[in-house]
């Protein structure tokens, strides 16, 4: 639930928090709730200009790699989307193949207000392709910003759908890392796991390995079934090291920011760099206007404490 509500939270505090604070601030008509709304925008502005401010430098300060050259830890890429596998993942509402989709529907209430009653995202591995080699995208836990956002109205029903479709040119920002299946293959572990599967088929076992007939594997035929299990657990190696190294780009395990998005990098920078001057004009206008309440009588200002 933490991890959800701090991917929410950037949009919570750039999306309405202060307006709220205003049309509340109206509506209690007293200079007392006007200074507590205003010191909880100039609070709430000052949380979310860092937060601004931490994506900006990441965005500028954070180079483009190529897949085949990046370097192990966090990283930038950019390239085009494609579906992981043959199969393409399909979109929740509008039953559309993409890479990612996230969706909402919302029901109007008797005070027609719009109230969540469904919503959730895929969390579906997806690639991105640059020219160099692929890397496989891990969505989960991840910032994403897209372009894709379908709304429509039902009767009393409101859906909303965001999605990144292919091909999508991709900009990710995350942690690399490469991983060789064969240099992970543990042939002790994979041997035992073997023999154990075969235990637990008895008749099968014994159809193989049991040359007596007896019911039972004797020290022979057990050696006999441990070669066996080794001959395979050799020949899914051998597999193993025939395929390339898999890269992967996920959430970064110091809690730095993880984005997705289909937008450049300029327009991502230009994106922050409003948000961050915003926030912080929103900041010294609170501050201005708490100094003005203080400084004006209530009578003055038409207000009740």
Known sequence: MLVKLRREYAQLVTSGAQLVLLLVGFRLESRNGWLICLSVMAA???????????????VRDTPTSKVASAAQGYVELVG?????????????????PCLWYRYKVERRT???????????????????????GDCVVDPENAEI??????????????????????????YVLGEFRTRNLGAEFDVR????????????????????????NDGELDMKEW?????????????????AQAVSDIHIICQPSDGRLFLISNLKQDDLSRRYLFWAWAHMVIFFGALGGTGWLLQTPASVLGLHK
């Not at 709430?44 to 990441?58: G, I, T």
């Not at 005070?111 to 690639?127: A, H, L, P, R, Y």
């Not at 910003?145 to 991709?170: A, N």
């Not at 050696?223 to 597999?239: D, G, N, P, Q, T």
Request: proline fraction near 3%; charge should be positive; glycine fraction near 4%.
């Open 223 to 239: 050696m006999l079934a441990r070669s066996a299990a080794k001959r395979e657990v050799a020949k899914r190696m051998r597999e």
């Open 80 to 96: 085009r989307g494609r579906p992981y596998g043959d199969t393409p993942l399909i979109s929740k509402l509008r039953v559309l």
């Open 189 to 212: 572990a994979e041997t035992n796991s073997l023999l154990a599967d075969w235990k637990r088929d008895k008749p099968a076992l014994h159809a193989r390995f049991d040359l007596n």
């Open 145 to 170: 910003i897209t372009r894709h956002c379908d709304q429509w109205i039902d009767g009393d029903y409101r859906y909303t759908e965001w999605k990144l479709i292919l091909p999508d040119s991709l």
């Open 110 to 132: 008797s005070k027609d207000k719009w109230q969540t009653i469904d919503s959730g995202e895929s969390s579906d591995s997806f690639i991105l392709r640059d020219g160099s």
């Open 44 to 58: 709430l502005s000052v949380v979310a200009w860092l937060s601004a401010l931490k994506r900006l430098r990441a």
